[in-house]
Protein backbone atom coordinates (compact mmCIF):
# COMPACT_ATOMS: atom_id res chain seq x y z
CA UNK A 1 0.00 0.00 0.00
CA UNK A 2 2.87 2.53 0.88
CA UNK A 3 4.36 2.15 -2.87
CA UNK A 4 0.99 3.26 -3.84
CA UNK A 5 0.76 6.04 -1.45
CA UNK A 6 4.55 7.22 -1.61
CA UNK A 7 4.26 8.61 -5.12
CA UNK A 8 1.51 10.01 -4.84
CA UNK A 9 2.29 12.32 -1.46
CA UNK A 10 1.32 16.19 -2.30
CA UNK A 11 5.29 16.28 -0.82
CA UNK A 12 6.46 14.53 -4.61
CA UNK A 13 4.10 16.10 -6.42
CA UNK A 14 0.83 14.41 -5.73
CA UNK A 15 -2.54 14.72 -3.83
CA UNK A 16 -2.19 13.00 -0.35
CA UNK A 17 -2.01 15.30 2.09
CA UNK A 18 -3.52 12.54 4.92
CA UNK A 19 -3.30 9.41 5.89
CA UNK A 20 -6.15 7.27 8.17
CA UNK A 21 -3.93 4.96 10.01
CA UNK A 22 -7.54 3.07 11.23
CA UNK A 23 -10.85 4.26 11.71
CA UNK A 24 -13.15 4.40 14.38
CA UNK A 25 -10.41 1.95 16.28
CA UNK A 26 -11.95 0.85 19.18
CA UNK A 27 -13.86 -2.95 20.51
CA UNK A 28 -16.85 -1.34 18.98
CA UNK A 29 -19.91 -3.46 19.77
CA UNK A 30 -17.59 -5.54 22.24
CA UNK A 31 -16.47 -2.46 23.62
CA UNK A 32 -17.62 -3.63 27.29
CA UNK A 33 -14.80 -4.15 30.20
CA UNK A 34 -15.52 -7.74 30.16
CA UNK A 35 -16.11 -8.11 26.72
CA UNK A 36 -12.25 -7.72 25.14
CA UNK A 37 -10.21 -10.25 23.80
CA UNK A 38 -8.51 -12.39 26.28
CA UNK A 39 -5.63 -13.50 23.37
CA UNK A 40 -2.66 -14.95 25.04
CA UNK A 41 -0.69 -12.15 23.41
CA UNK A 42 -2.62 -9.84 25.27
CA UNK A 43 -3.10 -11.25 28.83
CA UNK A 44 -0.80 -14.48 29.05
CA UNK A 45 2.19 -14.33 31.28
CA UNK A 46 4.45 -11.87 29.75
CA UNK A 47 2.22 -10.85 27.63
CA UNK A 48 1.01 -7.12 26.70
CA UNK A 49 -0.92 -6.74 29.63
CA UNK A 50 2.05 -7.12 31.89
CA UNK A 51 4.25 -5.05 30.07
CA UNK A 52 2.01 -2.39 30.67
CA UNK A 53 1.81 -2.76 34.43
CA UNK A 54 5.69 -2.86 34.13
CA UNK A 55 5.95 0.04 32.50
CA UNK A 56 3.16 1.58 34.70
CA UNK A 57 4.54 0.49 38.11
CA UNK A 58 8.05 -0.57 37.48
CA UNK A 59 7.80 -3.71 39.86
CA UNK A 60 5.01 -5.79 42.03
CA UNK A 61 6.25 -4.49 45.21
CA UNK A 62 4.56 -0.64 43.80
CA UNK A 63 1.11 -2.56 42.91
CA UNK A 64 -1.34 -0.19 44.90
CA UNK A 65 -3.69 -3.47 45.08
CA UNK A 66 -4.59 -5.29 48.46
CA UNK A 67 -3.59 -8.59 47.00
CA UNK A 68 0.11 -8.72 47.12
CA UNK A 69 1.86 -10.47 44.53
CA UNK A 70 5.55 -11.62 44.27
CA UNK A 71 5.78 -10.86 40.70
CA UNK A 72 3.66 -8.68 38.25
CA UNK A 73 3.11 -11.99 35.37
CA UNK A 74 1.73 -13.53 38.35
CA UNK A 75 -1.32 -11.08 37.95
CA UNK A 76 -4.21 -12.04 35.83
CA UNK A 77 -6.57 -9.60 33.96
CA UNK A 78 -9.74 -8.71 35.24
CA UNK A 79 -12.01 -11.37 34.23
CA UNK A 80 -15.25 -10.80 36.26
CA UNK A 81 -16.55 -7.16 37.96
CA UNK A 82 -17.70 -7.44 41.88
CA UNK A 83 -20.78 -5.43 42.72
CA UNK A 84 -18.70 -3.32 45.00
CA UNK A 85 -15.44 -2.00 44.44
CA UNK A 86 -13.17 -0.20 46.66
CA UNK A 87 -9.65 -0.72 47.68
CA UNK A 88 -9.01 -2.77 44.58
CA UNK A 89 -10.22 0.03 42.46
CA UNK A 90 -7.12 0.27 40.99
CA UNK A 91 -6.95 -3.43 39.88
CA UNK A 92 -10.34 -2.75 37.68
CA UNK A 93 -8.91 0.86 36.69
CA UNK A 94 -5.74 -0.78 35.32
CA UNK A 95 -7.39 -2.82 32.86
CA UNK A 96 -9.31 -0.49 31.26
CA UNK A 97 -6.34 1.52 30.97
CA UNK A 98 -4.54 -1.25 29.61
CA UNK A 99 -7.30 -1.17 26.62
CA UNK A 100 -6.12 2.46 25.87
CA UNK A 101 -2.66 1.73 25.97
CA UNK A 102 -3.20 -1.47 23.70
CA UNK A 103 -5.23 0.43 21.12
CA UNK A 104 -2.99 3.77 21.49
CA UNK A 105 -0.02 1.27 20.74
CA UNK A 106 -2.01 -0.01 17.83
CA UNK A 107 -1.89 2.99 16.30
CA UNK A 108 1.58 4.28 17.01
CA UNK A 109 2.82 0.93 15.25
CA UNK A 110 0.36 1.68 11.94
CA UNK A 111 2.23 5.15 11.69
CA UNK A 112 5.73 4.12 12.74
CA UNK A 113 5.33 1.12 9.78
CA UNK A 114 4.31 4.05 7.17
CA UNK A 115 7.07 6.05 8.07
CA UNK A 116 9.76 3.25 7.63
CA UNK A 117 8.18 3.02 4.36
CA UNK A 118 9.16 6.49 3.33
CA UNK A 119 5.64 8.01 3.93
CA UNK A 120 6.65 11.24 5.24
CA UNK A 121 5.71 14.96 5.37
CA UNK A 122 2.18 13.95 5.51
CA UNK A 123 -0.23 14.33 8.45
CA UNK A 124 -1.47 10.77 10.08
CA UNK A 125 -5.05 10.87 11.51
CA UNK A 126 -7.27 8.39 13.30
CA UNK A 127 -11.22 9.14 13.99
CA UNK A 128 -12.58 8.17 17.36
CA UNK A 129 -16.13 5.37 17.69
CA UNK A 130 -18.98 7.05 20.10
CA UNK A 131 -18.65 6.19 23.97
CA UNK A 132 -20.26 7.56 26.87
CA UNK A 133 -18.93 9.16 28.26
CA UNK A 134 -16.42 10.44 25.74
CA UNK A 135 -12.46 8.80 26.14
CA UNK A 136 -13.38 6.02 28.07
CA UNK A 137 -11.27 3.74 27.18
CA UNK A 138 -10.88 5.26 23.64
CA UNK A 139 -8.91 8.17 25.35
CA UNK A 140 -8.47 11.56 23.03
CA UNK A 141 -5.83 12.77 23.99
CA UNK A 142 -3.75 9.48 24.09
CA UNK A 143 -4.97 8.37 20.66
CA UNK A 144 -3.55 12.11 19.31
CA UNK A 145 -0.26 11.38 20.96
CA UNK A 146 0.02 7.85 18.39
CA UNK A 147 -0.73 9.66 15.41
CA UNK A 148 2.82 11.36 16.26
CA UNK A 149 3.77 14.86 16.80
CA UNK A 150 1.81 16.57 13.64
CA UNK A 151 -0.85 14.34 13.64
CA UNK A 152 -4.83 14.73 14.44
CA UNK A 153 -7.46 12.83 15.73
CA UNK A 154 -11.45 13.65 15.00
CA UNK A 155 -14.33 12.25 16.53
CA UNK A 156 -17.28 11.33 14.39
CA UNK A 157 -20.60 12.95 14.18
CA UNK A 158 -23.97 11.53 13.57
CA UNK A 159 -27.29 12.68 14.72
CA UNK A 160 -30.99 11.84 13.71
CA UNK A 161 -33.25 14.21 11.61
CA UNK A 162 -34.30 16.71 12.25
CA UNK A 163 -31.60 17.10 14.98
CA UNK A 164 -32.99 17.11 18.58
CA UNK A 165 -31.74 19.45 21.55
CA UNK A 166 -29.93 16.19 23.22
CA UNK A 167 -28.30 15.58 19.78
CA UNK A 168 -26.89 18.92 19.87
CA UNK A 169 -26.01 18.82 23.97
CA UNK A 170 -24.23 15.80 22.71
CA UNK A 171 -22.02 17.17 20.19
CA UNK A 172 -21.13 20.61 22.10
CA UNK A 173 -20.42 18.60 25.37
CA UNK A 174 -17.69 16.06 23.15
CA UNK A 175 -16.76 19.49 21.12
CA UNK A 176 -16.11 20.98 24.11
CA UNK A 177 -13.95 18.05 26.08
CA UNK A 178 -11.73 18.02 22.74
CA UNK A 179 -11.29 22.07 22.74
CA UNK A 180 -9.69 21.24 26.10
CA UNK A 181 -7.44 17.95 25.16
CA UNK A 182 -6.24 18.20 21.63
CA UNK A 183 -4.58 19.97 19.43
CA UNK A 184 -6.89 20.78 16.78
CA UNK A 185 -10.89 19.86 17.18
CA UNK A 186 -12.22 18.76 13.97
CA UNK A 187 -15.11 15.67 12.89
CA UNK A 188 -13.25 13.33 10.81
CA UNK A 189 -16.94 12.20 9.60
CA UNK A 190 -19.48 15.09 9.74
CA UNK A 191 -22.77 13.43 8.95
CA UNK A 192 -24.08 14.93 5.36
CA UNK A 193 -25.48 11.36 3.36
CA UNK A 194 -27.65 8.26 5.23
CA UNK A 195 -26.11 4.68 5.87
CA UNK A 196 -29.26 3.40 4.84
CA UNK A 197 -29.00 -0.04 7.24
CA UNK A 198 -29.76 2.50 10.39
CA UNK A 199 -31.30 5.68 9.38
CA UNK A 200 -33.70 5.81 6.95
CA UNK A 201 -34.69 9.56 7.18
CA UNK A 202 -33.66 12.58 4.52
CA UNK A 203 -30.61 14.33 5.48
CA UNK A 204 -32.52 17.81 4.66
CA UNK A 205 -29.92 21.02 4.02
CA UNK A 206 -31.87 22.84 6.55
CA UNK A 207 -30.67 20.28 9.46
CA UNK A 208 -26.75 19.90 7.43
CA UNK A 209 -26.84 23.71 8.42
CA UNK A 210 -28.22 23.84 11.22
CA UNK A 211 -25.99 20.96 12.48
CA UNK A 212 -22.90 22.29 11.46
CA UNK A 213 -23.44 25.77 12.33
CA UNK A 214 -24.20 23.96 15.80
CA UNK A 215 -20.89 22.59 15.73
CA UNK A 216 -18.81 25.05 14.39
CA UNK A 217 -20.21 27.36 17.65
CA UNK A 218 -19.06 24.76 19.80
CA UNK A 219 -15.76 25.15 18.43
CA UNK A 220 -14.84 22.31 15.84
CA UNK A 221 -12.56 23.86 13.94
CA UNK A 222 -13.02 21.46 10.49
CA UNK A 223 -15.39 19.05 8.86
CA UNK A 224 -14.83 16.08 6.77
CA UNK A 225 -18.06 15.56 5.40
CA UNK A 226 -19.07 11.66 4.80
CA UNK A 227 -20.74 10.98 3.02
CA UNK A 228 -20.05 13.53 -0.28
CA UNK A 229 -21.52 11.28 -2.62
CA UNK A 230 -23.94 8.22 -2.74
CA UNK A 231 -21.99 4.86 -3.12
CA UNK A 232 -22.84 1.58 -1.77
CA UNK A 233 -24.78 1.33 1.34
CA UNK A 234 -25.05 5.37 1.31
CA UNK A 235 -27.44 7.29 -0.27
CA UNK A 236 -29.21 10.92 0.29
CA UNK A 237 -25.35 12.94 0.27
CA UNK A 238 -24.89 16.49 -1.03
CA UNK A 239 -23.97 14.73 -4.86
CA UNK A 240 -25.78 11.38 -6.00
CA UNK A 241 -23.41 8.86 -7.26
CA UNK A 242 -24.17 9.93 -10.51
CA UNK A 243 -22.60 13.47 -9.97
CA UNK A 244 -26.00 15.14 -9.37
CA UNK A 245 -25.83 18.59 -7.29
CA UNK A 246 -28.49 18.21 -4.17
CA UNK A 247 -29.49 20.93 -2.23
CA UNK A 248 -27.48 19.86 0.33
CA UNK A 249 -24.16 20.95 -1.44
CA UNK A 250 -25.36 24.58 -1.26
CA UNK A 251 -24.56 23.50 2.75
CA UNK A 252 -21.26 22.57 2.02
CA UNK A 253 -20.45 25.66 0.54
CA UNK A 254 -21.79 27.90 2.55
CA UNK A 255 -19.36 26.32 5.78
CA UNK A 256 -16.60 26.66 3.76
CA UNK A 257 -17.46 30.43 2.82
CA UNK A 258 -18.10 31.14 6.34
CA UNK A 259 -15.24 29.66 7.99
CA UNK A 260 -13.03 29.94 5.44
CA UNK A 261 -13.45 33.32 3.98
CA UNK A 262 -16.29 35.69 5.47
CA UNK A 263 -14.75 35.12 9.23
CA UNK A 264 -10.77 36.72 9.68
CA UNK A 265 -8.58 33.90 11.22
CA UNK A 266 -10.84 31.24 12.21
CA UNK A 267 -8.51 29.08 13.53
CA UNK A 268 -7.60 31.17 15.84
CA UNK A 269 -11.08 32.36 17.28
CA UNK A 270 -11.89 30.46 20.91
CA UNK A 271 -14.88 30.05 22.30
CA UNK A 272 -15.67 32.18 25.27
CA UNK A 273 -16.93 30.19 28.51
CA UNK A 274 -17.59 31.62 32.18
CA UNK A 275 -17.16 28.71 34.12
CA UNK A 276 -15.66 25.18 33.80
CA UNK A 277 -17.20 21.56 34.15
CA UNK A 278 -14.38 18.74 35.31
CA UNK A 279 -13.90 16.43 33.59
CA UNK A 280 -12.28 13.38 35.88
CA UNK A 281 -11.12 10.87 34.46
CA UNK A 282 -11.12 7.93 37.39
CA UNK A 283 -14.69 9.07 38.00
CA UNK A 284 -15.96 7.85 34.28
CA UNK A 285 -13.75 4.84 34.43
CA UNK A 286 -15.79 3.95 37.48
CA UNK A 287 -18.59 4.53 35.27
CA UNK A 288 -17.28 1.81 32.33
CA UNK A 289 -16.23 -0.85 34.86
CA UNK A 290 -20.19 -2.06 34.91
CA UNK A 291 -21.42 -0.60 31.66
CA UNK A 292 -22.22 -3.32 29.19
CA UNK A 293 -22.45 -1.34 25.93
CA UNK A 294 -20.39 2.01 26.16
CA UNK A 295 -20.83 2.58 22.50
CA UNK A 296 -24.55 3.01 22.92
CA UNK A 297 -25.14 6.76 22.22
CA UNK A 298 -28.34 6.50 23.81
CA UNK A 299 -28.33 5.14 26.71
CA UNK A 300 -25.67 5.11 30.02
CA UNK A 301 -26.08 2.45 32.31
CA UNK A 302 -26.36 3.11 35.60
CA UNK A 303 -25.60 0.01 38.38
CA UNK A 304 -23.20 -1.77 39.48
CA UNK A 305 -20.19 -1.69 40.81
CA UNK A 306 -20.46 0.49 43.43
CA UNK A 307 -18.22 2.35 45.33
CA UNK A 308 -18.91 3.06 48.96
CA UNK A 309 -22.70 3.21 48.35
CA UNK A 310 -22.58 4.83 44.83
CA UNK A 311 -23.39 3.15 41.56
CA UNK A 312 -21.70 3.41 38.96
CA UNK A 313 -22.60 6.05 36.18
CA UNK A 314 -23.91 8.43 38.33
CA UNK A 315 -21.28 10.73 38.38
CA UNK A 316 -21.26 10.16 34.97
CA UNK A 317 -24.62 10.98 34.50
CA UNK A 318 -24.29 13.84 36.73
CA UNK A 319 -21.51 15.35 33.84
CA UNK A 320 -23.58 14.83 31.28
CA UNK A 321 -26.58 16.99 33.02
CA UNK A 322 -24.30 19.63 33.98
CA UNK A 323 -23.76 21.13 30.88
CA UNK A 324 -27.54 21.07 30.14
CA UNK A 325 -28.15 22.97 33.30
CA UNK A 326 -26.29 25.80 32.42
CA UNK A 327 -26.85 26.26 29.05
CA UNK A 328 -29.98 26.87 30.63
CA UNK A 329 -28.89 29.85 32.56
CA UNK A 330 -27.84 31.16 29.46
CA UNK A 331 -24.18 30.79 29.76
CA UNK A 332 -21.21 28.55 28.48
CA UNK A 333 -18.91 26.41 30.04
CA UNK A 334 -15.93 24.89 29.32
CA UNK A 335 -14.31 21.27 29.80
CA UNK A 336 -11.36 20.94 31.81
CA UNK A 337 -9.18 17.73 32.13
CA UNK A 338 -6.72 18.04 34.71
CA UNK A 339 -5.21 15.23 33.74
CA UNK A 340 -4.00 16.92 30.66
CA UNK A 341 -3.57 20.70 31.81
CA UNK A 342 -4.58 23.09 34.80
CA UNK A 343 -3.66 26.17 32.77
CA UNK A 344 -7.56 27.05 32.69
CA UNK A 345 -8.28 26.05 36.27
CA UNK A 346 -6.95 29.41 38.26
CA UNK A 347 -9.21 31.24 40.10
CA UNK A 348 -8.20 34.51 37.32
CA UNK A 349 -9.20 32.71 34.57
CA UNK A 350 -11.76 30.68 35.65
CA UNK A 351 -13.23 32.31 38.50
CA UNK A 352 -16.34 29.25 39.55
CA UNK A 353 -15.80 25.63 38.50
CA UNK A 354 -18.11 22.57 39.43
CA UNK A 355 -17.30 19.11 40.19
CA UNK A 356 -19.26 16.17 38.66
CA UNK A 357 -19.43 13.92 42.41
CA UNK A 358 -18.28 10.87 42.23
CA UNK A 359 -16.97 8.45 45.51
CA UNK A 360 -13.22 8.70 43.41
CA UNK A 361 -11.28 11.05 42.35
CA UNK A 362 -8.15 11.03 40.40
CA UNK A 363 -5.01 12.16 42.99
CA UNK A 364 -3.82 14.61 40.22
CA UNK A 365 -7.52 15.81 40.38
CA UNK A 366 -7.80 16.55 43.90
CA UNK A 367 -4.42 18.35 44.05
CA UNK A 368 -5.17 20.84 41.30
CA UNK A 369 -9.01 21.70 42.81
CA UNK A 370 -7.20 21.93 46.21
CA UNK A 371 -4.92 24.22 44.65
CA UNK A 372 -7.64 26.15 42.89
CA UNK A 373 -9.57 26.91 46.02
CA UNK A 374 -6.70 27.91 47.94
CA UNK A 375 -6.01 30.79 45.43
CA UNK A 376 -9.45 32.26 45.15
CA UNK A 377 -11.42 29.68 42.93
CA UNK A 378 -15.02 28.75 43.91
CA UNK A 379 -15.88 25.01 43.29
CA UNK A 380 -19.38 23.33 43.30
CA UNK A 381 -19.28 19.72 44.08
CA UNK A 382 -22.12 18.50 42.82
CA UNK A 383 -23.38 14.56 43.73
CA UNK A 384 -21.47 12.53 45.55
CA UNK A 385 -18.78 13.75 48.08
CA UNK A 386 -14.65 12.15 46.58
CA UNK A 387 -13.92 10.08 49.39
CA UNK A 388 -11.16 7.87 47.69
CA UNK A 389 -8.29 8.24 45.28
CA UNK A 390 -7.06 6.49 41.80
CA UNK A 391 -6.21 3.48 43.99
CA UNK A 392 -9.25 2.80 46.23
CA UNK A 393 -7.38 4.67 49.01
CA UNK A 394 -9.42 6.79 51.31
CA UNK A 395 -8.53 10.41 51.69
CA UNK A 396 -10.09 13.40 53.02
CA UNK A 397 -10.73 15.78 50.16
CA UNK A 398 -10.82 19.69 50.79
CA UNK A 399 -11.04 18.89 54.27
CA UNK A 400 -14.18 16.98 54.32
CA UNK A 401 -17.96 17.84 53.05
CA UNK A 402 -19.42 21.13 54.04
CA UNK A 403 -22.00 20.42 56.41
CA UNK A 404 -25.05 22.33 54.82
CA UNK A 405 -25.83 21.51 51.31
CA UNK A 406 -26.06 24.55 48.49
CA UNK A 407 -24.23 26.92 50.31
CA UNK A 408 -20.70 28.63 49.92
CA UNK A 409 -18.00 28.01 52.32
CA UNK A 410 -14.80 29.48 52.69
CA UNK A 411 -11.91 27.88 52.13
CA UNK A 412 -8.17 29.44 51.64
CA UNK A 413 -8.96 31.99 49.28
CA UNK A 414 -11.86 30.64 47.70
CA UNK A 415 -15.03 28.89 48.31
CA UNK A 416 -16.45 25.55 48.24
CA UNK A 417 -19.97 24.09 47.83
CA UNK A 418 -21.47 20.77 48.10
CA UNK A 419 -24.75 20.05 46.80
CA UNK A 420 -25.78 16.87 47.60
CA UNK A 421 -28.44 15.64 45.34
CA UNK A 422 -26.53 16.70 42.74
CA UNK A 423 -27.63 19.62 39.63
CA UNK A 424 -27.64 17.44 36.77
CA UNK A 425 -28.47 14.06 36.55
CA UNK A 426 -31.88 14.63 34.14
CA UNK A 427 -31.91 13.67 30.15
CA UNK A 428 -32.37 16.16 28.30
CA UNK A 429 -35.98 18.13 28.48
CA UNK A 430 -36.34 16.29 31.44
CA UNK A 431 -34.04 18.54 33.70
CA UNK A 432 -34.77 20.05 37.04
CA UNK A 433 -35.96 23.78 36.92
CA UNK A 434 -35.14 23.53 41.33
CA UNK A 435 -31.38 23.18 39.74
CA UNK A 436 -31.71 25.84 36.99
CA UNK A 437 -33.11 28.10 39.66
CA UNK A 438 -30.67 27.76 42.16
CA UNK A 439 -27.64 27.91 39.78
CA UNK A 440 -29.37 30.84 38.09
CA UNK A 441 -28.93 32.61 40.92
CA UNK A 442 -25.20 30.87 42.60
CA UNK A 443 -23.61 32.53 38.66
CA UNK A 444 -25.94 35.64 38.80
CA UNK A 445 -24.00 36.39 41.74
CA UNK A 446 -20.52 35.16 41.48
CA UNK A 447 -20.27 35.56 37.47
CA UNK A 448 -22.74 38.61 37.03
CA UNK A 449 -20.98 39.51 33.75
CA UNK A 450 -21.38 36.64 31.50
CA UNK A 451 -19.27 36.74 28.24
CA UNK A 452 -22.52 36.25 26.29
CA UNK A 453 -25.94 35.70 28.08
CA UNK A 454 -28.90 34.81 26.10
CA UNK A 455 -32.76 34.13 27.53
CA UNK A 456 -36.00 33.42 25.83
CA UNK A 457 -38.20 36.50 26.14
CA UNK A 458 -41.65 34.65 26.09
CA UNK A 459 -43.28 31.12 27.02
CA UNK A 460 -42.66 29.16 23.58
CA UNK A 461 -45.02 25.90 22.84
CA UNK A 462 -45.29 23.67 20.08
CA UNK A 463 -47.35 20.99 18.48
CA UNK A 464 -45.38 17.87 18.98
CA UNK A 465 -45.79 15.12 16.48
CA UNK A 466 -43.90 12.54 18.59
CA UNK A 467 -44.93 10.71 21.49
CA UNK A 468 -42.93 7.88 23.71
CA UNK A 469 -41.86 6.69 26.75
CA UNK A 470 -39.89 10.03 28.39
CA UNK A 471 -42.81 12.61 26.83
CA UNK A 472 -44.09 14.54 28.96
CA UNK A 473 -46.98 15.63 27.21
CA UNK A 474 -50.81 16.17 27.14
CA UNK A 475 -52.21 15.56 24.25
CA UNK A 476 -49.27 15.68 22.16
CA UNK A 477 -48.62 19.48 22.74
CA UNK A 478 -45.44 20.35 24.87
CA UNK A 479 -45.05 23.61 26.49
CA UNK A 480 -41.63 24.65 27.94
CA UNK A 481 -41.72 27.76 30.59
CA UNK A 482 -38.96 29.60 32.13
CA UNK A 483 -36.27 29.63 33.16
CA UNK A 484 -35.85 26.37 30.68
CA UNK A 485 -34.16 28.40 28.10
CA UNK A 486 -33.34 26.69 24.94
CA UNK A 487 -31.01 29.27 23.40
CA UNK A 488 -27.06 29.43 23.12
CA UNK A 489 -24.75 32.00 22.41
CA UNK A 490 -21.45 31.90 21.92
CA UNK A 491 -18.87 34.30 21.08
CA UNK A 492 -15.60 33.97 19.56
CA UNK A 493 -12.57 36.02 20.04
CA UNK A 494 -9.51 36.14 18.03
CA UNK A 495 -6.95 38.97 17.05
CA UNK A 496 -8.73 39.29 13.86
CA UNK A 497 -12.53 38.61 14.27
CA UNK A 498 -15.48 38.87 17.30
CA UNK A 499 -17.70 36.26 15.85
CA UNK A 500 -21.06 35.56 17.39
CA UNK A 501 -23.12 32.77 17.08
CA UNK A 502 -26.64 32.61 18.60
CA UNK A 503 -28.88 28.87 18.43
CA UNK A 504 -32.70 28.31 18.60
CA UNK A 505 -32.97 24.64 19.59
CA UNK A 506 -36.89 25.41 19.73
CA UNK A 507 -38.70 23.64 16.89
CA UNK A 508 -40.92 26.67 16.45
CA UNK A 509 -39.49 30.93 16.03
CA UNK A 510 -38.63 32.45 18.93
CA UNK A 511 -37.38 35.28 20.43
CA UNK A 512 -34.36 36.12 22.32
CA UNK A 513 -32.42 38.90 24.18
CA UNK A 514 -28.63 38.33 24.15
CA UNK A 515 -26.47 40.48 26.44
CA UNK A 516 -22.71 41.25 25.86
CA UNK A 517 -20.33 42.05 29.14
CA UNK A 518 -17.99 43.83 26.62
CA UNK A 519 -19.95 47.80 27.02
CA UNK A 520 -17.82 48.89 24.22
CA UNK A 521 -20.18 46.58 21.80
CA UNK A 522 -22.00 48.95 19.23
CA UNK A 523 -23.21 46.39 17.20
CA UNK A 524 -24.04 43.10 15.11
CA UNK A 525 -23.74 42.70 11.30
CA UNK A 526 -25.08 39.68 10.47
CA UNK A 527 -22.92 37.93 8.08
CA UNK A 528 -25.59 35.83 6.08
CA UNK A 529 -27.30 38.94 4.87
CA UNK A 530 -25.24 41.60 5.54
CA UNK A 531 -28.26 43.33 7.86
CA UNK A 532 -26.36 45.46 10.39
CA UNK A 533 -27.92 45.43 14.18
CA UNK A 534 -27.39 48.17 17.00
CA UNK A 535 -26.51 47.21 20.58
CA UNK A 536 -28.62 48.85 23.43
CA UNK A 537 -26.07 48.35 26.36
CA UNK A 538 -24.43 46.05 24.66
CA UNK A 539 -27.81 43.77 24.51
CA UNK A 540 -30.55 43.20 21.44
CA UNK A 541 -33.52 41.16 21.56
CA UNK A 542 -33.83 39.02 18.26
CA UNK A 543 -36.49 36.85 16.40
CA UNK A 544 -34.80 33.87 15.47
CA UNK A 545 -36.73 30.70 13.06
CA UNK A 546 -37.48 27.04 14.63
CA UNK A 547 -33.66 25.63 14.67
CA UNK A 548 -31.98 27.75 13.40
CA UNK A 549 -28.29 29.19 13.81
CA UNK A 550 -27.16 33.05 12.95
CA UNK A 551 -24.11 34.26 12.76
CA UNK A 552 -22.44 37.79 13.74
CA UNK A 553 -19.66 40.15 13.85
CA UNK A 554 -19.61 42.10 16.83
CA UNK A 555 -18.47 45.91 16.17
CA UNK A 556 -17.42 48.05 18.57
CA UNK A 557 -14.16 49.58 20.12
CA UNK A 558 -11.92 47.94 22.50
Known sequence: MDKIIKPRLKSNGGFITMVN???????????????????????????????????????????????????????????????????????????????????SKHIAALREMHEANGVKD???????????????????????????PLGIAGYDFYRGVFMSYSGYQSMARVLKLMNATLRYTWSAEFMSGTWMKVLTGRVSDDHMRFMALCALAQ?????????????????????SSHGHERPSLVVLKEIKKLACETIQGWDELVPATDLAIIYDLTSHTHSYLGDPSPCNDNALYVGEPAVDGVQCGKASLEYEGLYLVIEHTGRQAAAIDPLHSTAKLAASVTPLAILPGSPVIHSVTARALESYVNEGGKLIVSGAWPTRNDTGATFEFLGGAPKQS??????????????????????PEEDSLKSIAWLTAVLDK????????????????????????????????RVYKQPRNLFTAVLHEGAKDRILFVLNHYPEAARAKVALADATATALIDLKTGEQFKLQNAAIELDLDRKSASVFRRLGCD
Open 21 to 103: LDNEVSYIVQDGMLTSDYNPVNVGRGGFYHQFLTEKYGSASALPYPQKYASIEDVLAPRQVPDVVGDDFAYYADGCEFKTCAM
Open 446 to 477: EIPAAKVHVQNQAEVSWIDWKTGKNMKSEGGH
Open 122 to 148: VTFMTNFNPHRPEGVPTRMSEFEKATG
Open 219 to 239: GCKAISWFMFHDRDCWGDAPV
Open 406 to 427: GVLVTKGKGSVSWVRDGLGGGQ
